[in-house]
């Protein structure tokens, strides 16, 4: 029996050296590709397309001067109604991150495909909506919506409060992301994106190596630029941000944590491939 066993691990030995040598070493396997935020004991993980369409949403708060209440509500809404994905089809004729209907008086279907508009639409609903700063998120939510599942949206709470958290900057070093796409540079994926959200309270410059040099009017906003730039840092080909006295390297195997860093010319710098 002993026998049998030991003949049969050789020969599984063997056989995963000659595929070794014939095919080449095998690349291990690492993460998801995609961003993870990481808030006292709840970790939550983003694919990168879901994470472009959170920082649109986040950011749309922040442009709108709401509190991270609102943002931690859109992000919940929209994990119910899409997982964050911007879909083309939905119940009847529901589309969107937040499948409004154009025939409800949402806009049209051009217009509730754009992220930044449906999630213009959403806030604006929102503060009309009584008690909306201290009511039930998943009622508020509701009220909004109007879905036919009004209890669905509690299940999404603590995760939109974490990203919520982390992307309004007051949860900082939260987020870490890992990219394999290795994309070439793209500053202005990132540079229309803060004149967008921050036209008066954020001033991006570029160093002579490249980078952007990012300032800010305070450590929150600048935590929350550092952290929104890392969650769109595959189309821009981001590689290390700066925050302040902490900093992030981009790993293809590891979500990478963040490290002590000696002051930089700027809160936040950014670098690029």
């Not at 002993?2 to 291990?28: H, K, Y």
């Not at 993980?45 to 943002?71: D, F, H, K, M």
């Not at 992000?75 to 154009?102: C, I, K, W």
Request: net charge negative.
């Amino acid at each position: 029996m002993i026998i049998a066993v030991l003949a049969v691990l050789i020969a599984s030995i063997v056989t995963f050296i000659a595929r070794q040598s014939s095919e080449g070493p095998v690349t291990p396997v690492g993460p998801a590709q995609g961003c993870q935020v990481t808030v006292e004991d709840l970790s939550s993980y983003l694919t990168w397309e879901q994470s472009v369409n959170a920082s649109i949403i986040v950011g749309e708060s922040i442009r709108r001067g709401l509190p991270p209440r609102a943002a931690t509500i859109a992000l919940v809404t929209a994990y119910q109604e899409s997982d964050l994905r911007n879909l083309d089809y939905g119940d009847a004729d529901s589309v969107g991150l937040f499948q409004q209907r154009p025939s409800q008086g949402w806009g049209s279907v051009e217009q509730i495909m754009d992220p930044w508009y449906s999630a213009g639409k959403f806030y604006e609903a929102l503060v009309k909506v009584d008690g909306w700063e201290t009511g039930v998120i998943n009622d508020v939510a509701q009220a909004v919506q109007r879905s036919a599942h009004p209890e669905k949206y509690a299940q999404h709470e603590s995760k939109g409060r974490a990203w919520a958290s982390a992307l309004t900057g007051y949860s900082p070093a939260a987020i870490s992301c890992v990219d394999r796409a290795e994309n070439p540079s793209d500053s202005a994926f990132l540079t229309d994106f803060f004149a967008i959200v921050w036209p008066d309270a954020v001033t991006v410059t570029t160093s002579d190596t490249g980078g952007l040099l990012i300032a800010t009017d305070s450590d929150t906003t600048s935590w929350a630029a550092a952290q929104l730039a890392l969650v769109r840092g595959q189309n821009a080909g981001l590689v290390t941000v700066q925050a302040l006295e902490q900093s992030w390297t981009v790993s293809g195997n590891e979500h990478a944590s963040w490290q002590p860093a000696a002051p930089a010319a700027a809160p936040v710098v950014v670098t690029l491939r």
